[in-house]
C-alpha cells in the first residue's frame, strides 16, 4: 500500500514515552493536520496506535506497525451561552499548558486538573481525574477521524460512556488499534464557577498558605505546588504517572479489609462499591521506594514506577507482576495497571 511522504519507516520511540523506554515503530506519522489523517484514511495497517505525549503508555517492545503522533494545535472559545464558555482545542494541544491559557482567559473550571501530563486529545480517552474532578465533568464534545473511511465522527458527551479512568475509546479497543483518531476536544465551562477544596491535600495545602476564599489560579498553583512534591517530573525521573488503578471493590470485600487494615483508605461509591487507594496497598506490600532491577516504585508516592535508567518493557512488567503478585498474596486485591501497555 502507497502511503504519504510524511510516513517514516524505523522511528525511534525512546523519547516519545515519559518512562524512556527504548523501541522502535515501523511506521511512524506525526500529524499536524486533520487533512494528513483524511490522507492515511483506508491505508492505515492493521496495527496502529495513536500516541500524545506518551506520558500513559509502557512500551512492551518494539511496534510493528504505524504510529500516528498526534500533534493537532489551536485553541480557541468556540461559543459562549448565558450559562457556559464552550472552549475548543486541538488534540496535539499540552494539556497543562491549555488549562493554565483557559484560566488565563478568564475561564475557571479546569484547574484541578493542572500539571496532568499528556495532551488534551488523550484526556477523554481514560477520562483522566485529579483532585474531586475528572475531564468527563467539563466535557463538551470531540471530533474524531474514522481511519478506516475517512469521515469526520462527532462524539458528545454520552457517546463517549465516561467512567473511573475508562471511556468508550478504551471499551471498544480503539485506543489501541487506532480506529478513531480525536482531533479536536470542546469543553464545557459553566460561568457560575464553584471552588472544588475538599479534597485533603487541596484543603490542607490552600490553609498552609493562608488562604481562605481560593481563586481558580490559586487553586492550580496549590495542586502544581502539591504534584510538584509527590510526583516525579518525568523529565528529571522517567514514568507514567499512577502505574495502577485504584481498586473498585464490593461493600462486602471492603468491610473484610476493613476489619483486618482499619487504616486503609477508601471512597465509597455512588453505587455502593468502594475504591480502594491502590499506593496505599503498595506500600503496605513493601514496595514503596524498592527496585527491581532497574525499576521501582517510587519513595514519595508508591503508585507511580520509576524508570532510574536504561530499563526496558521486560523490566517494567516483571516489577508490574511483582507488585501485582504481593497486594494479590497480602489483600486478595487484583491491581489493574493504568497506562496502556503497548
Ligand atoms: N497512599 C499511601 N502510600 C502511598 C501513596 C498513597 O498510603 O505511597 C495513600 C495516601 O495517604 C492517601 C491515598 O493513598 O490516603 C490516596 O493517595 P493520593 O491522594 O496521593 O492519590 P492516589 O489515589 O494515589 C489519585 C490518582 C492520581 C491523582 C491523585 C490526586 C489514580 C490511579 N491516581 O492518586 O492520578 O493525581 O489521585 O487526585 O486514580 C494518574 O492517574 O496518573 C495520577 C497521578
Known sequence: MNLPDFVEREANLVARNTLALPAHAALYAKIHSADQLTLLAGKVPSRCFILGDGSNLVLTGDFNGLVLHMAIGGRELAAEDADA???RAGAGEN??????????????GLENLSLIPGTVGAAPIQNIGAYGLEVADRFHCLNACDMLTGQTVRLDHSACRFAYRDSVFKQQGWHLDGRLA???VTFRLPKVWQPLTRYADVAAELEAQGIVTASAQQIAHAIIAIRRRKLPDPAQLANAGSFFQNPVVDAAAADRLLACHPGLPHYPQADGRSKL???WLVEQAGWKGRDLGPVGMYEKQALVLVNRGGATGSDVMA????????VRAKFGVELKPEPILL
Open 319 to 326: 516489577l508490574m507482576q511483582a507488585v501485582q503478585r504481593d
Open 277 to 279: 487507594a491502590a499506593g
Open 85 to 87: 464558555w464552550y472552549v
Open 182 to 184: 480525536i482531533t479536536d
Open 95 to 108: 494539556w497543562h499548558d491549555f488549562v493554565g491559557w483557559t484560566l488565563a482567559q478568564g475561564w475557571p
